[in-house]
């Protein structure tokens, strides 16, 4: 079966929303800043560097940048390490497809340990045929190159992957990248979601199924 389905991972295999905001909210702390959560809301999924950029301007100098993106993403591996909040039915569903021949690709901005963390902590690293991180891109969503390099590594056509994703952005990322999308509600809302141009909105991972996303994919050839 030539069929791939690419998981984003903050917010679709981990439920990573608090463990992000409370390493953010210290490593800034310690730099005598502080981060609502509204402010943090309002730019999650974004890379560390625009975090800053938007949210303090001059208060952090860009040399200072590096260094304050290990010290929050080592906290942020710290916490999930001691309480992994993975996301309702992902281990099922990743196992589920694996038995069904799909090819499976993590397409994510996030630090390569981080992902590796998540897919260890889920127990189905091996369940990847290929994992794309921050460290393999240089422009982030809406743009398409994550997903596009995952298809690559893949072997497979774009139209013959679909996106899992909890963000406007990444559904935005799929449509550019000629790949169908499935929206999960979560760091967005459903109507958000399907602005965005999802295919299919779904509540949890356990509305999908193997039959479900070839399905979708046929539909569109």
């Given at each position: 079966m030539d069929r791939g389905v690419i998981f984003d991972v903050d917010g679709v295999l981990v439920d990573s929303y608090a463990a992000h905001l409370r390493s953010w909210q210290t490593a800034l702390r310690e730099r005598g800043l502080d981060l609502p959560e509204?402010?943090?809301?309002?730019?999650?999924g974004?890379?560390?560097r625009e975090i800053l950029r938007e949210?303090?301007?001059?208060?952090?100098?860009?040399?200072?940048?590096?260094a304050l993106d290990e010290r929050k993403e080592s906290l942020y591996r710290d916490d999930l390490a001691r309480r992994f909040p993975a996301m309702d039915g992902a281990a099922e569903l990743l196992g589920a497809l694996v038995g069904a021949g799909f090819r499976l690709a993590a397409g994510s901005s996030a630090p390569?340990?981080?992902?590796?963390?998540?897919?260890?902590?889920?127990?189905?690293?091996r369940a990847f045929s290929a994992v794309v991180t921050g460290s393999d891109v240089t422009r982030g969503k809406?743009?398409?190159?994550?997903?596009?390099?995952?298809?690559?590594?893949?072997?497979?056509?774009?139209?013959?992957?679909?996106?899992?994703?909890?963000a406007p952005p990444g559904v935005r990322a799929a449509r550019a990248a000629g790949m169908a999308s499935v929206g999960l509600v979560g760091t967005a809302d459903a109507d958000a979601l399907r602005a965005a141009g999802a295919d299919v909105v779904v509540g949890s991972?356990?509305?999908?199924?193997?039959?479900?996303?070839?399905?979708?994919?046929d539909g569109r050839r």
């Open positions: 509204a402010d943090f809301q309002r730019t999650f974004r890379t560390s949210l303090f301007g001059d208060r952090v100098r860009d040399e200072d940048v590096p390569p340990a981080n992902v590796e963390l998540t897919l260890d902590r889920l127990g189905q690293s809406p743009d398409p190159q994550v997903f596009l390099i995952a298809a690559q590594r893949l072997g497979l056509a774009p139209a013959s992957c679909v996106v899992v994703e909890d991972l356990r509305e999908l199924t193997p039959g479900r996303i070839a399905l979708l994919l």
